[in-house]
C-alpha cells in the first residue's frame, strides 16, 4: 500500500509569482485536505477535496485555490505569492470526508518566498 | 470556533522517563482526537486515533486518553528514549473532517 506522496519537496520562489503543489492519495482514499503549517505553528486547514468538489474551506484567500483529479491525487494553487506563504504545505488522505475518520500525511513542500 | 492547546509547549526529560503530555479542546462536539508526532522539517506521523465514543488508545509504550465533555486529551509516554525526540501535535476532527491542531509539545530526551 502506497502511502500520501507530495512533490516537490522544496520550492523557492519570488514575491508576486504563483505555485503548484500536488499530492497523491493513499490508495482506496477519496478524500485530500491541505494544511498550512508555519514554523513553529501547528498546521492550518486550507480546504479540502471530496470526490473532485472542494467540501470546506478554511480562512484562506481565494488566490489558495485547488483541484482533485479522478484518481484522487491533488493539486494546491497559490497566486500571486506573498513573503507570509512560506511553510510548510501538508496534504493529507482519508477514505471519506464524514468526521472521525483518520488522516494520514504525507512529508510535505517546504515553500519559501523570497 | 475550536481552539487546541497543548501544554507545554517545551519539555526535557532524561532518558527512561515516563511524561505526559496535555492537550486542551474548547468545543467537545468532535468527531475525534489525533495524535501525531512530527520530526523537523518533516511530515506528521500518526501515532494514536480516538473516537469521541472511546476513553483511551494504547500503542506500545504510549497510551493516549480522551474526556470529552472536560475538552482534554492526554498522551503518556512510558520510559522514554532519545529517539522520542521530535514535537508532538493533537488534533481534533469536526464532522467535515477538517482538523484542528495545538501548536505542539517539543520534547527532548537526553541520553
Known amino acids: 500500500e502506497t502511502g500520501v506522496t507530495q512533490s516537490p519537496t522544496h520550492l523557492i520562489k519570488t514575491r508576486g509569482q504563483q505555485v503548484t503543489l500536488r499530492c497523491s492519495s493513499q490508495?482506496?482514499?477519496?478524500?485530500v485536505s491541505w494544511y498550512q503549517q508555519a514554523l513553529g505553528q501547528g498546521p492550518q486547514f486550507i480546504f479540502q477535496?471530496?470526490?473532485?468538489?472542494?467540501?470546506g474551506r478554511g480562512n484562506f484567500p481565494p488566490r489558495f485555490s485547488g483541484l482533485q483529479f479522478p484518481n484522487y491525487s491533488s493539486e494546491l494553487n497559490v497566486n500571486a505569492l506573498e513573503l507570509d506563504d512560506s511553510a510548510l504545505y501538508l496534504c493529507?488522505?482519508?477514505?471519506?470526508?464524514?468526521?472521525?475518520?483518520?488522516?494520514?500525511f504525507g512529508p510535505g513542500t517546504r515553500l519559501t518566498v523570497l | 470556533k475550536q481552539e487546541v492547546t497543548q501544554i507545554p509547549a517545551a519539555l526535557s526529560v532524561p532518558e527512561g522517563e515516563n511524561l505526559v503530555l496535555n492537550c486542551s479542546f474548547t468545543?467537545?462536539?468532535?468527531?475525534?482526537l489525533q495524535w501525531f508526532r512530527q520530526d523537523p522539517g518533516k511530515g506528521l506521523t500518526s501515532l494514536l486515533l480516538?473516537?469521541?465514543?472511546?476513553r483511551e488508545q494504547t500503542s506500545g509504550r504510549l497510551n493516549a486518553s480522551l474526556d470529552k465533555s472536560s475538552g482534554r486529551s492526554t498522551l503518556y509516554i512510558a520510559a522514554s528514549q532519545p529517539g522520542d525526540s521530535a514535537t508532538y501535535l493533537c488534533?481534533?476532527?469536526?464532522?467535515?473532517?477538517?482538523?484542528?491542531f495545538g501548536s505542539g509539545t517539543k520534547l527532548n530526551v537526553k541520553p
Open positions: 488534533a481534533v476532527s469536526d464532522n467535515f473532517n477538517k482538523f484542528y
Open positions: 490508495s482506496g482514499h477519496n478524500t
Open positions: 493529507a488522505s482519508s477514505t471519506t470526508s464524514g468526521g472521525g475518520n483518520e488522516q494520514f
Open positions: 477535496y471530496y470526490r473532485e468538489e472542494e467540501n
Open positions: 480516538i473516537q469521541s465514543s472511546q
Open positions: 468545543d467537545s462536539a468532535i468527531y475525534n
